[in-house]
């Protein structure tokens, strides 16, 4: 093409957004012919899952690469605005009380080592999945997930020069006893193959209880003084928006390629269901019992996120697909009531080997749980709480004194009742190769059932310590090597924490 | 369930910023519920939600991107069914 | 079902009796003790006598609790079945074996 | 009063994560410190991966590459994601401005006939092969051992996506707000005779297992690309009329010098390594010994093409001088 007179400033036409966006990602991949699609790929094929066709994945956000630095980079400036303001005003002193922090330290020993392994294993979606559009988006999701890992440390890092419990986070999550909860549920997501994998973190994590497991949290900070992790978790919960849209997309995408998907991944939903959920038992206890002016209770955030927004609205949605709600979702629903409290026992029990501190509640607190639970806590649980107050007043602080027993699959101590009645303990045994296996539920009982030779397998905290495989047989020796230091267990009453926030606030009350 | 009236939701962070947008969309949906929770503002209605990029656009006194709803929203209920550089509505499927 | 994999899917159990050599795991559970947030994991001579395991290990750790009395125990159970535990009998002749659950109510 | 002791500054209880402590002692620690060192798990993994026998979920028998200690590696940009993500949006909005310009004023259509033949059949169908970099750079991030490394791979991972997008946005300048030249670069990619030597090489890299062998794979190809085709064939155009093509040209030239400072840094740790040092020079000289003289056999028609059209590029020559 040869202009004699150019024509200065032509406005070249503009493609349309969507034919734009197709270009600039899935227009990128190509057929191979030098290698196999077998030899590119090889992750695809075993777990049963049939895709005839990768082009149907959608993709709402059609975030270029372009836009998607400059929105993140705008996020993090503002974030990090705050992160500097809050630390250099010392705003640690404005938090409602030092205690407070203890759901920061099961935080970010719990769930920043989460979002790293959601990092690592998004990249191993972005190598293996065929489609470009999914794998594009499992790049953005990876590289988001390295961003909450990071912006997690960054955020705790002040709290970590003034308090205890937050230095060895990284440690402790590869070998505390209750972080085991958290690992093992990523580590057996990432070890299934690339489907499950989709299904179990992008939608039962992301999709269904996500806002169940971090809204509430963030709210909880936003309400006791805590800005920098409201900011990064409003923040990080913008990408999360999209990571949603990816386990939607995922979950519809698989169940209109072919028929023979629905069956497996109805499998999977009912599994990951349970598992996420029974996770989700370290934030019903950290709502209800953890923060120092609790903003939302667990039944109500569960009847609010879960039962109206997921039962209510997604899941007539998956009927068009024969999708079912999940198989054990009655008894997490029965639980709603109970879930919370037996959790909080089980850390109350065995904080002397954790890096938080955790305390019996107070008069004021159990009038705030008996409303918000008027059939269960003042039948069920107030009574043993009155027995640890009747104790402390006698100067004591009851532990339990050994170690507990733990559910071969979700791995928290064996402390749930029974889904109907909360006077009996639910426990379940399978035997297997000729070995007894103890589990705490239908729902993970259930689920190592299925795959008995997976979770044979399982990294169990208290029977390693018996093995002699941490550190030694005393609970020193044990407490050593988890890396917990001098003032971040046991009781939050006299604690380091708690002595070091009387002397900053000399002319606050203190709480009995 | 047949309903096509079920619940959609967004939660948006509250922010001097947000408030335009939250206004938009208050203008947008008649029948919209406003909850204010803590650092946030959870919007629902029943079957869909629109947002406008001209409506916000007024509220907010500047050009606005569809895209840079991508900064305000901390989570949502329903599915994203059109989202152009016009307008993005959040609605169930099926 | 198996598990799905690339290969042959098949390892041994973490905690499979040999590990523990001559002892084992046995749970213990004070029914109807919410106290206790759930039974207690014990490793124990596969040999020892009963009534030395409840002495050296369940006392030990029932007794947290003030209104613990030994001599109130009783009604044990091994998973859920009725047991008559003697306590001169090694926990294994018992049919307490490896990872066993016994309850007891006091 | 608590209002007092807020001007008063609290002696902190210690000045960073525990594991930055063990290392460099109790002071403050850089931000990409402590987003780096030791996040990455290290044992009591639960289950074993259903697709990689006889290997932990973390393992660093990924590669033959391997470091006593993978954080005697650290990156030299010290990237974590804020300063990367900081850094991509200011060359993102710079190229988006260099690119606005030319669109506006239609330079790139108005190209001379060769150089629009050689964007058109060289350059642009490259965003494939930065698709496929895309590729093996994300293996390192999921498989590489010690997150001071995955994270370099991370960041190239999606530096390559954006660079694909790059290259795919000129082609739509190029064909003025069309998608006409992606179709016809992309028809050449699959076919053109000249292309196919570097396509079959980017198919057999991306299926290399070591992840690591993979990224040193692309890297022996991209020593050869990026100085010919932006830096060398940036100075011809300038010589040559084709000043459009610089101003695109400068912003793949300034990505390739920061991509190299992590690269060039990492093989040196590979090499020094107290424990693995030997073996890994080895591995090195094994994988340059495999790749290299195979990517220059697959440049070599590129810069046969570009000089076809553009006789003055001396792109040839400028390949010589490269090896």
Redesign the interface.
């Known amino acids: 093409m040869s202009i004699d007179k150019p024509e200065a400033r032509v406005r070249p036409k503009k493609l349309p957004l969507k034919q734009r966006y197709s270009l600039l990602t899935r227009d990128l991949d190509w057929e191979p012919n030098y290698v196999t699609r077998e030899q590119l790929y090889p992750h695809t094929s075993y777990e049963g899952i049939v895709v005839h066709d990768w082009d149907g994945w959608e993709d709402p956000f059609r975030l270029t690469v372009d836009a998607y630095h400059k929105y993140q980079a705008e996020k993090d400036k503002r974030l990090y605005a705050v992160l500097d303001g809050f630390a250099q005003s010392q705003g640690h002193l404005t938090l409602s009380d030092a205690s407070y922090l203890n759901a920061i330290k099961l935080f970010i020993q719990g769930v920043t080592p989460l979002e790293y392994a959601a990092h690592r294993h998004f990249a191993y979606l972005a190598r293996h999945l065929e489609g470009p559009a999914p794998r594009f988006a499992a790049l953005c999701q990876s590289v988001d997930e390295l961003r909450h890992a990071q912006t997690q440390i960054h955020t705790i890092s002040n709290y970590n020069k003034y308090y205890g419990g937050f230095h060895s986070w990284s440690k402790m999550h590869d070998r505390v006893w209750y972080l085991s909860v958290p690992k093992s549920l990523f580590d057996d997501a990432m070890t299934a193959g690339p489907f499950e994998f989709l299904i179990s973190i992008s939608f039962s994590f992301e999709y269904l209880l996500t806002n169940l497991l971090f809204v509430p949290f963030m709210s909880g900070a936003s309400f006791n003084g805590d800005m920098p992790t409201m900011s990064f978790g409003f923040s990080a919960q913008s990408d999360e928006s999209r990571h949603m849209t990816l386990g939607l997309e995922a979950i519809k995408f698989l169940l209109e390629q072919d028929e023979a998907n629905v069956p497996i991944i109805q499998g999977w939903i009912d599994k990951w269901f349970w598992r996420a959920y029974r996770m989700s038992a370290l934030v019903a206890a950290m709502m209800d019992y953890m923060l120092p002016k609790p903003v939302m209770s667990w039944r109500e955030a569960f009847e609010l996120y879960f039962e109206e927004q997921m039962l209510g609205g997604l899941f007539p949605d998956l009927e068009f697909y024969g999708i079912t709600p999940p198989k054990h979702v009655n008894d997490a629903i029965a639980e709603k009531d109970k879930l919370s409290h037996e959790t909080y026992k089980i850390l109350h029990n065995f904080s002397f080997a954790a890096a938080f501190t955790t305390q019996t509640p107070q008069q004021e607190h159990m009038a705030w749980l008996s409303e918000q639970y008027p059939d269960t806590f003042d039948r069920f649980y107030r009574p043993t709480w009155e027995k640890h107050l009747d104790i402390e007043a006698g100067g004591g602080r009851a532990f339990f004194q050994g170690l507990p027993q733990l559910c071969q699959v979700c791995q928290i101590p064996m402390g749930f009742s029974e889904p109907d009645d909360p006077a009996t303990p639910s426990l379940r045994t399978s035997t297997f190769r000729d070995e007894v296996f103890h589990t705490c539920s239908n729902g993970c009982q259930w689920i190592f059932e299925r795959e008995p030779e997976k979770y044979v397998q399982a990294w169990l905290p208290v029977h390693q310590i018996y093995q002699g495989n941490c550190g030694g047989p005393t609970v020193p020796d044990v407490l050593a090597w988890y890396g917990i230091q001098e003032g971040d267990n046991g009781e939050y009453k006299g604690s380091l924490d708690q002595q070091s926030w009387a002397e900053w606030h000399p002319t606050s009350t203190k709480e009995a | 369930m047949s309903g096509t009236l079920r619940q959609v939701g967004i939660d948006i962070q509250e922010s001097e910023e947000n408030r335009a947008l939250i206004d938009a969309i208050k203008q947008d949906n008649p029948d919209l519920t406003v909850r204010h929770l803590p650092g946030l503002v959870k919007v629902q209605s029943s079957g869909q939600i629109v947002i406008n990029r001209e409506t916000v656009e007024s509220h907010l006194g500047r050009e606005w991107e569809t895209g840079e709803f991508q900064l305000a929203i901390v989570s949502y209920a329903g599915n994203f069914s059109e989202w152009d550089d016009d307008q993005i509505i959040v609605k169930w499927e099926h | 079902?198996?598990?799905?994999?690339?290969?042959d899917?098949?390892?041994?159990?973490?905690?499979?009796?040999e590990?523990?050599g001559d002892d084992q795991?046995v749970?213990v559970?004070w029914k109807?003790n919410?106290?206790?947030?759930?039974?207690?994991?014990?490793?124990a001579p596969k040999a020892m006598p009963f009534g030395e395991f409840v002495a050296a290990?369940v006392v030990?750790?029932a007794?947290?609790?003030?209104e613990f009395d030994l001599a109130a125990v009783h009604d044990w159970r091994l998973?859920g079945e009725p047991l008559t535990p003697a306590d001169g009998v090694a926990l294994t002749e018992l049919g307490i074996?490896?990872?066993?659950?016994i309850s007891f109510s006091a | 009063m608590q209002y007092e002791l807020r001007y008063q500054v609290l002696e902190p209880k210690r000045q960073s994560y525990q594991n930055v402590i063990d290392r460099f002692g109790d002071q403050p620690a850089s931000r990409y410190l402590e987003a780096t060192l030791d996040v990455e798990p290290r044992e009591n993994f639960h289950y074993r991966p259903t697709w990689a026998q006889d290997r932990e979920l973390y393992d660093a028998r990924f590669s033959a590459l391997r470091l006593t200690d993978p954080y005697s590696f650290t990156d030299p940009r010290q990237y974590y994601y804020t300063p990367y993500v900081t850094s991509r949006a200011a060359m993102h909005d710079e190229f988006g401005k260099s690119l606005g310009y030319l669109e506006d004023r239609n330079l790139l259509a108005r190209l001379p006939e060769g150089w629009r033949a050689v964007l058109g059949s060289v350059i642009v169908p490259l965003r494939h092969l930065e698709s496929g970099a895309q590729l093996v750079s994300v293996a390192g991030a999921r498989f590489a051992h010690g997150t001071s490394i995955e994270q370099c791979c991370t960041y190239a991972a999606f530096d390559r996506i954006g660079n694909a997008q790059m290259l795919s946005r000129v082609g739509i300048a190029v064909g003025t707000g069309t998608d006409e030249v992606l179709v016809t670069a992309k028809r050449e990619w699959l076919d053109a005779a000249h292309l196919q030597p570097l396509r079959r090489l980017i198919e057999e890299i991306m299926i290399v297992e070591d992840w690591a062998e993979g990224v040193l794979a692309v890297d022996h190809l991209d020593k050869l690309v990026y100085p010919l085709l932006y830096t060398a064939l940036d100075e011809a155009a300038l010589l040559s009329g084709a000043g459009s093509y610089s101003l695109i040209a400068q912003h793949f030239a300034s990505w390739f010098t920061n991509q190299r400072r992590w690269l060039d840094a990492l093989q040196t740790v590979w090499q020094a390594d107290p424990e693995n040092g030997a073996a890994n020079t080895a591995h090195l000289d094994r994988i340059a010994t495999t790749w290299r003289d195979r990517a220059l056999e697959a440049v070599e028609p590129l810069a046969v093409v570009i000089d076809k059209q553009v006789p003055e590029a001396g792109a040839v020559a400028a390949l010589e001088g490269l090896r």
């Open positions: 079902m198996a598990v799905k994999a690339l290969y899917y098949d390892f041994p159990s973490a905690d499979r009796a590990n523990f795991l749970f559970q109807g919410p106290f206790f947030c759930s039974a207690a994991a014990f490793r290990m030990p750790w007794g947290s609790d003030p998973f074996g490896h990872k066993a659950l």
